[in-house]
């Protein structure tokens, strides 16, 4: 059969709208950095799991049998795979914490819950956390504010996850109206203070047979939280005002 003269030496176009063999070509490309910064992240949290905090870019890249260029090529800096590998410890922890806390079935065990999360995490590679927490900034060339930037990043998605029980708490018909509730707003943050210091305290002591378990631990933390120290209030005196003997007198203002 021939072809018309008008067709002759052409060739067949493709439909409107079908995508060009560059996108497809694009598409694998991007899934193939993807999965390569994923490789690059877990082989850096083993390195840094090994090696401790303060493993270099170069001793890290080592461990991932490549280049350090590779490492500033997919992360910029240190503090830019610092920030990936919080990244991928808190979306871990957020999703232990949320698995435990559907089981919870008062705002206090939810909030022991995720206070026995974050205690489980760091306990589990103090490294990780102290990485992802602290360290890794001296190489930042990032216009942020460096450890704070970083640190700030993570410890807010903490702050998030505990601040929702204490909000249930707080709003709950069945408790009683306290004096500090006027400002819930800021019990979020004081509270992710506190279980932090605590839990890195923790983490810092030496194991000995009165060391709490991260269970313990857990319990302490979330009582001191809801319950304060006011169970001990009566059995500490309070301290008497100084007689007039023993006051000082007030020196002239010169």
């Known amino acids: 059969m021939k072809l018309p003269s008008a067709l002759k030496g052409t060739s067949p176009k493709a439909p409107s709208g079908a995508p060009a063999a560059s996108d497809g070509r694009s ?28 493993a ?25 795979l610092q920030r990936a590998m919080a990244e991928v410890v808190i979306g871990q922890m957020q999703q232990k914490v949320l698995d435990a806390a559907k089981s919870a079935s008062t705002p206090r065990e939810g909030l022991y819950s995720m206070v ?13 956390y102290a990485f992802v927490t602290r360290v890794g900034i001296a190489e930042s060339t990032a216009a942020d504010d460096g450890p704070q930037d970083t640190l700030a990043h993570f410890l807010a998605a903490i702050t998030e996850m505990v601040s929702r029980p204490m ?25 992710i203070g506190m279980v932090r210091a605590a839990g890195e305290s923790w983490l810092c002591a030496p194991e000995s047979p009165d060391r709490p378990t991260e269970e313990q631990m857990a319990r302490h933390i979330t009582g001191w939280l809801f319950d304060g120290i006011s169970r001990y209030e009566d059995l500490v005196p309070a301290a008497a005002p100084p007689s007039p003997a023993t006051r000082r007198p007030a020196k002239d203002t010169p």
């Open 167 to 191: 909000r249930a708490y707080l709003l709950s018909p069945d408790r009683p109206a306290g004096p500090d509730d006027a400002a819930p707003e800021y019990w979020p943050a004081a509270a």
């Open 56 to 80: 270099s870019m170069e001793d890290i890249a080592a461990a991932a049998d490549t280049s350090k260029s590779v490492y500033y090529r997919y992360f910029g800096d240190k503090t830019g």
């Open 116 to 128: 026995l999360a974050y205690l489980q995490m760091a306990q589990t590679s103090p490294n990780v």
């Open 27 to 54: 598409s694998r490309w991007e899934q193939h950095r993807a999965e390569r910064r994923r490789q690059l992240i877990r082989t850096a949290r083993r390195a840094v799991d090994s090696l401790g905090p303060g």
